[in-house]
C-alpha cells in the first residue's frame, strides 16, 4: 500500500501519469533494454499467441523484475501495487464467472503488464507499453506474456487512433485478441495510479473513456457485459485508496 509518508507524487499531466523523482535512465544489468521503438508484436494485431506448454514467470520472478527495473523505490511501490491488485481483480473476475481462460497466465501478464512505466522517465507516458513489451522480449519471456504491455492500454488502440492523435507510437493495432487479454485490460480500469491511487467503478471509467469517443466507451461497455464488474470494496479496505464512484449512463 502506498503510504500518506512514503514521498511519492504522481500527477496526471496531459493525459499523462506522472511520477515525479523518476530518471530516463534504463537500470544497469545483463538485460538493459534499448531505447526503441518496439512494435506491438510481430505483425502488429495480427494473430493470437497459443501458450500450452509455455514456462512462465512464478510470482516472486515477476515482483523481481519490478526490483530490477524500477527507477526508485517510489515507482517500484506504485506499479507493482498497481500491477498487484490487477491481478486479484482479474483473478476474481475469472473465479466469479468460471471464465474459460489460463489463469496462470492472467496472473502473470496481470503482474508484468505496466513494467514499462519503470522505463518512462520524462518521456511520453504512452509509450509505456511498447517499452515494457520490449523490456519483457529482452528478459526472455514467452510472447504470449509479452503482449500484456503492449495490450492493455485504454480499451486498445488501434492505426488509426495512433495516425489521428498523432501519438508517438509506431503504426500498428495494440489491440486485445485472447480472452487472457481482453480480462487484464478490463480489470486494469478498475484501479489508478494517480495521485492519491484510486479505484474507479464501471460508471467512472465509463465517463472518463468517453472522452475519447462514444465507440470507446461502447467498447467498455462491451467488456462490462462480457466480464461483469468487480466488488471492489475488499480491495479498497485492504489497501486503503480512495474509490471513485460515477454515476450510471441511465442516470445521467
Known sequence: MIGRNSGLVAS??????????MTAQTPPGPAAVPPGPYPAGPGAGAGVVH??????????EARALHEKYAPTPESLELVRTHCEIVSRIALRLAGRAGLPVDTRLVETGALLHDIGVHLVGSGPYIRHGVLGYGLLRAEGLPEAVCRFASRHTGVGLTRDDIRSQGLPLPPGDYLAETPEERLVMYADKFHSKTSPPTFLDAAAYSADVARFGQEKAAAFAGLVAEFGEPDLEPLVAEYGHAHRRGVPAGRR
Open 51 to 60: 501458450t500450452a506448454g509455455m514456462t512462465l514467470p512464478t510470482v516472486d
Open 12 to 21: 496526471v499531466r496531459a493525459g499523462r501519469i506522472i511520477i515525479t523523482r
